[in-house]
Structures are given as structure tokens and as C-alpha cells.
């Protein structure tokens, strides 16, 4: 599913009008964004949260010149999915 999909959905089964749907989604992406970036988790209850986590400097493997290489610390995020979405994935229904 893409983001265009979620807004398609929204227009068609939640009653938005498409301008609508594409502010809503564009707006909670561009919130969860800056709460990461600031270094904040964000939690949606039911569903996961992520977290945003520092990785450390590293060597890796150049493939295509077969040498060793410095992958330089970075910040990305970490998505922990919540019990119930686990148990709903995992279900047999």
C-alpha cells in the first residue's frame, strides 16, 4: 500500500473530499517526521512506535572496488510493532 492508496481509501470510504485526504496524510507524516528529527519517539497505540536510534560508525565492504570502507555514524529510526498488531498478523482467522 502507498501513500496514494491511503488517501484513495480515505476519499472512498471515510467520506473525505480528496483535499482533504491528502492534507490529513501529508500532515501526520510531516509531524511523525519532526518528532523524529527533534529525537522524539512516537508512539501510535494499537498499531507500533518508533523510535528514532544513533548508529554507530563502522566498516563495511565496497563490492565493486573489494575494499573496506567507513560507513560514518547516522541517525535512523526504529518501528517496534505493538502486541496487538503482532497477535493480528499472527492470527489464523
Same mark, same amino acid.
Given at each position: 500500500? +502507498? @501513500? ?14 480528496? =483535499?482533504?485526504?491528502?492534507?490529513? #496524510?501529508?500532515?501526520?507524516?510531516? +509531524?511523525? =517526521?519532526? =518528532? ?5 519517539? #512516537?508512539?501510535?497505540?494499537?498499531? $507500533?512506535?518508533?523510535?528514532? #536510534?544513533? @548508529? $554507530? ?7 565493486? $572496488?573489494? /575494499?573496506?570502507? #567507513? ?6 529510526? @526504529? ?8 497477535? /493480528?498478523?499472527?492470527? /489464523?482467522?
Amino acid at each position: 500500500m +502507498t @501513500k496514494q492508496d491511503i488517501i484513495d481509501h480515505l476519499t472512498n470510504n471515510c467520506g473525505l473530499h480528496r =483535499s482533504s485526504a491528502i492534507r490529513a #496524510v501529508e500532515g501526520v507524516i510531516s +509531524t511523525i =517526521s519532526d =518528532s523524529l528529527a527533534r529525537g522524539e519517539a #512516537v508512539t501510535l497505540r494499537g498499531f $507500533a512506535t518508533i523510535k528514532p #536510534v544513533v @548508529k $554507530a560508525e563502522k566498516i563495511g565492504r565496497d563490492i565493486g $572496488a573489494d /575494499k573496506p570502507m #567507513v560507513i560514518p555514524a547516522h541517525r535512523s529510526a @526504529k518501528l517496534v510493532l505493538s502486541k496487538e498488531l503482532k497477535d /493480528k498478523l499472527n492470527s /489464523k482467522a
